[in-house]
């Protein structure tokens, strides 16, 4: 067993990690929190920007060319995704708002409209409900965008951040916070790097603490379309694919079989998929078991490094954002990567409020990594090769 006396920086990444676990490496923490500019800047790399239209500008209404992508024993064929037949109370909800779009509609919706009913340890809700209906149709939508993309050749070195992950999975213990409800991060982490990802939703801190060294914890702080919890209401009302079309009210008392297992065929409807939908209250994961909000921050707060990519904090997730921001160390180096129109938005503001030392980088500069990272953390190898000539 390696510790901190035997490490050797010489050595490589699986001679120092092999039988680790994340409380005895030795690394640097470093969080790495991602937003829907995350997402969209590997769209825009890929050359997919235009033909996956997923922002929140275009949940409502969505693409009129994304199809619904039935699932087994579907009562709807492929068809558009959006329509009152398909969605009858959000629909109507979105027709008497004027047709808000995107997150205007979200902003306009009551809190309580779109919550389920939940205390500690428990959970009830009501199938015929807005809350509800909208967490489906965010699992299709998204679903749907997932099928578009998932058999696309990805180019990991058309996107700015392929390099900047080679420095940050060597050099660091690290933590991904991830506001999307995408697979994205999943995909790209096992598919290019042959990653180890631990999703910490339901482990108390000691159980974080043993896992291995050489994986990668993934936070998903609004859930994600491979996240279900396993109800038992499909087997009191039949086989529904449209679960959300039926009138049904569910109360328990324990959760049970919640599945954080990526599922990339996502065949069946997953009973109630764990996505918690803009405009929530703040830390409602539909279980609420769910350590994956104290974890993260747990993690934020020892973590030398902070970068985060692609996060506006703006309403409804200001509050949130702000609860995360708090927690970063002030000795901390804080890289916030944007657009030059996010060089003054909302997380730049809370992060100036802090007093923190913001460095705030293009993501076309994220080429220069190693010099913002290198100059106020040692690091462990030479990334030399990776600077600009």
Known sequence: MYNRVEFSRKESLWENYFGLTFAQDPRPRCSLIVGDGFTQSFLSAQGLSAKLRCSIEDHFPPPS???????????????????????????????????????????????????????????????????????????????????QWRDTKIIPGNWEWFNPFKLLLSEFAVGITSFNYDLLVEQFLRSIFRCLIVHHDLYPEHEYNRRPADSIALFKLHGSISYYLSTGMSALTGNNANPWLSDFTLGMNEIKGVNLVEDVEM?????????????????????????????????????????????????????????????????????????????????????????????????????????????????YHDWSHLLPA
């Open 65 to 147: 060319d994304l199809k619904y992508t039935p699932v087994e024993g579907d009562s709807f064929e492929s068809s558009t995704m959006w329509d009152a037949q398909k969605w009858p109370r959000l629909y109507k909800l979105w027709q008497d708002s004027n047709q808000l779009s995107g997150r205007d509609f979200y902003l306009s919706l009551p809190k309580d409209v779109i919550n389920p009913h939940t205390a500690i340890n428990r959970l009830s809700y009501d199938s015929a409900s807005i809350g509800f209906e909208l967490r489906c149709y965010l699992w299709h939508l998204f679903r749907s965008h997932h099928y």
């Open 267 to 379: 065949a069946r409807f997953p009973e109630f998929p764990d996505i918690v939908p803009p405009g929530h209250y703040g830390g409602d994961k539909i279980s609420p078991q769910s350590t994956v909000l104290s974890l993260s921050k747990c993690h934020i707060g020892a973590s030398k490094l902070v970068v985060f990519c692609g996060l506006s904090a703006e309403e409804p997730d200001t509050v949130e954002v702000q609860e995360l921001v708090s927690k970063i160390d002030s000795s901390a180096t804080v890289i916030q990567v944007g657009l030059r129109s996010d060089e003054n938005n909302r997380l730049s503001q809370l992060l100036q409020e802090r007093g923190l030392k913001r460095k705030f980088v293009l993501p076309e500069q994220l080429i220069h990594i190693v010099e913002l990272v290198g100059a106020e953390i040692e690091l």
